[in-house]
């Protein structure tokens, strides 16, 4: 595959940017990531909330507005509602979706604790068959034999559910519930099965996992402000049709590579999906929405330093194909992001290696921002003791610094 692309020029206000040293004051270590809604439900790659707050409260107006267009788990949307701001979240995943709506939609907790008795009462009630999944799903693998009855009793209690919001709410801690009794260790992006000595041990009472998860809705979904809720959909970041200059600041994390060689949000979705009644061409067809995804030829966007990193692997097409087919999707990502806002646009962004090529994520945006005509406002830089992504498999690099991208217009 050719790289050729237009000349590219070098900006030299751009030499510094993704190089820059953590001060301590984006760190945000030992703050506690589980308060408010947001310990319903984990999410993959999840930004902290106390970064996502300081940053709302530092560059988006009191009452203005913010999108996240990869609202992933919900951290932006849910600190902007609690401050007081307009959320907007878009994602293509459909769990995300879910997710977001539920963190970010106040309801009372009689409602909530009413309707998980209901729930818990109606399921143990069940007298029909497990539900069973199609073997090229590779769903039951995950489970024991004995789970899947309660689970399909509280999936079909919880699908009878009238109210949206209550529906919404309940499918995310079916969710929670379906990922916590799974045979899976907790603390890894990409699924791996327990080991047999642990998977012994391992024997969670389904209901009672699905009770805890309504005892913690009812305590912290009623911390939301009253009659509010974030705007949230199923929507390509490169296809955004919300109306120009319609908000008045971005807020978000991408993702740092395609799923191939990066976050498999697929992956970490799919069991729980596939349980929430999502078929397996409705997974394919999101996957399809991801950056990078498909074979069809791209064109370099206009990054001096992509180039140069393209040309330092060109000597495995495959890799540059994908790396190629990933920013230039990117690249119209950020476009649309651009055009839907009128202030400023904000990204906190980490870099990546592929084919043992460090890629400075921080420097290829500044530079891509520069060429759609957002200039670079400031630069912050955080170390990263916990984030939830995966260590950078080649030559022992890992993901060890993020850069906080603060463009205006």
Request: proline share 5%; net charge positive.
């Amino acid at each position: 595959m050719s790289i050729a692309t237009s000349p590219l020029k070098h900006n030299d206000s751009f030499k510094s940017v993704g190089q820059g040293l953590p001060d301590g004051a984006w760190d945000f270590q030992g703050q506690d990531t589980r308060c408010s809604t947001h310990a319903i439900h984990t999410y993959v790659a999840a930004m902290i909330p106390a970064l996502a707050r300081k940053l709302i409260d530092t560059y988006i107006p009191p009452g203005g507005s913010v999108l996240d267009p990869f609202c992933g788990g919900g951290a932006v949307l849910v600190e902007a509602i609690r401050s007081g701001r307009k959320a907007v979240g878009r994602d293509i995943n459909n769990l995300a979706v879910l997710v977001s709506k539920a963190k970010t939609t106040y309801i009372d907790d009689k409602n909530i604790a009413r309707m998980g008795a209901q729930v818990i009462n109606q399921a143990k009630g069940y007298n029909g068959p497990p539900l069973r999944f199609r073997k090229s799903e590779y769903v039951e693998f995950w489970f024991k034999e004995y789970m899947l009855l309660p689970l399909t009793a509280l999936k079909v209690s919880i699908d009878a559910i009238e109210s949206p919001d209550l529906r919404t709410l309940f499918r995310v801690l079916f969710s929670t519930t379906v990922r916590n009794v799974s045979l899976t260790y907790r603390n890894e992006v990409r699924l791996r099965r327990m080991s047999a000595p642990e998977q012994e041990r391992f024997n969670p009472d389904i209901f009672a996992e699905f009770a805890s998860q309504v005892r913690l809705a009812v305590q912290r979904i009623p911390q939301l402000p009253v009659s509010v809720k974030a705007d949230v959909e199923k929507e390509d970041s490169r296809q955004l049709t919300l109306s120009n200059e319609s908000l008045d600041a971005v807020i978000c994390s991408p993702p740092y590579g395609d799923e191939r060689n990066g976050v498999n949000y697929t992956q970490f979705a799919k069991n729980m999906l596939y349980w929430l009644g999502y078929s397996r061409q409705e997974l394919s067809d999101s996957k399809k929405l991801s950056l990078g995804w498909g074979k069809a030829d791209r064109v370099v966007p206009p990054s001096l330093t992509l180039f140069n990193s393209l040309e330092a692997m060109k000597d495995n097409p495959v890799a540059v194909r994908e790396a190629v087919s990933f920013y230039s999707d990117y690249y119209v990502a950020l476009r649309q992001i651009a055009r839907v806002v009128r202030q400023r646009v904000i990204i906190v962004i980490g870099s990546r290696v592929l084919h043992r090529t460090i890629l400075n994520n921080a420097q290829i945006t500044a530079e891509l921002m520069d060429a759609i005509g957002l200039p670079l406002e400031v630069a912050h830089y955080r170390r990263l003791p916990s984030k939830r992504l995966p260590k950078m498999r080649e030559f022992g690099a890992a993901i060890d610094k993020e850069a906080i991208l603060v463009f205006k217009l």
